[in-house]
């Protein structure tokens, strides 16, 4: 191989040798948990696992399954409840997060979309 070959073997690989050589990156839930070492390990574990419980925050929610496609306000036994509707990958067709205070309450499985005024 003559040395021309060999200059531009080595203007060609050398980046793609560098790229794959360094470390992957962190998913969002990954670097979330880094970056708040406060979490409980339930809180740790279901970010991670992308699922919502009872006690997380409206940050863990995020963190874990990102934006709503349906926020509203429901009212339950005289207790308002802020309501984070998801699509649901794994059952029922929809997911409703309650949160009172700004805590997840509840998460129940919706088969429809609610109607919010």
């Known amino acids: 191989m003559n040395r021309s070959v060999?200059?531009?073997?080595?203007?060609?690989?050398?980046?793609?040798?560098?790229?794959?050589?360094?470390?992957?990156?962190?998913?969002?839930?990954?670097?979330?948990?880094?970056?708040?070492?406060?979490?409980?390990?339930?809180?740790?574990?279901?970010?991670?696992?992308?699922?919502?419980?009872?006690?997380?925050?409206?940050?863990?929610?995020?963190?874990?399954?990102?934006?709503?496609?349906l926020k509203g306000v429901e009212i339950e036994k005289n207790i308002s409840y802020e309501s984070w509707v998801y699509p649901d990958m794994k059952q029922s067709p929809y997911v409703n997060i309650y949160f009172n205070k700004d805590i997840v309450a509840k998460v129940m499985k919706l088969k429809y979309l609610p109607k919010y005024e």
């Open 6 to 69: 060999k200059i531009i073997y080595a203007i060609f690989l050398l980046p793609l040798l560098i790229s794959t050589c360094s470390p992957p990156k962190l998913n969002s839930r990954t670097r979330y948990i880094n970056d708040n070492p406060g979490l409980t390990p339930e809180i740790k574990r279901a970010i991670r696992e992308g699922d919502v419980i009872p006690g997380m925050n409206k940050e863990h929610v995020l963190a874990s399954w990102a934006s709503p496609i």
